[in-house]
């Protein structure tokens, strides 16, 4: 799923999360080129944006900041903040059935 993400200079960003063995993948990119991706476990993330604790977390090489409805998301100096029921739905979608 691709999730319309700003990066917090303003530039638009695509958000591609897909399900992989060890969980998520989480892709940054513009509409061109893939500027960051991470693999993260699948319960961590979800922790995160159900339980929205304060300040920055990091999973792994994702730092993921919850604040009320938006998701900031960084990976490796590349960011993008997209919404928080656009990334539950997206990351809900790669649960394996």
């Not at 159900?50 to 999973?59: A, L, M, V």
């Not at 938006?70 to 979608?93: F, I, K, N, P, Y």
């Amino acid at each position: 799923m691709t999730i319309d993400g700003v990066s917090q200079s303003g530039a638009e960003r695509l958000i591609d999360v897909t399900a992989v063995d060890v969980g998520v993948r989480l892709v940054i990119r513009d509409k061109q080129t893939e500027l960051a991706q991470a693999e993260i476990p699948f319960e961590p993330i979800m922790t995160a944006l159900t339980e929205k604790p304060t300040g920055e977390q990091e999973i792994g090489s994702l730092q993921i900041e919850v604040k009320r409805n938006e998701v900031l998301l960084t990976v490796g100096g590349s960011d993008a903040a997209v919404g928080l029921d656009d990334m539950m739905d997206a990351v809900s979608a790669t649960i394996p059935a």
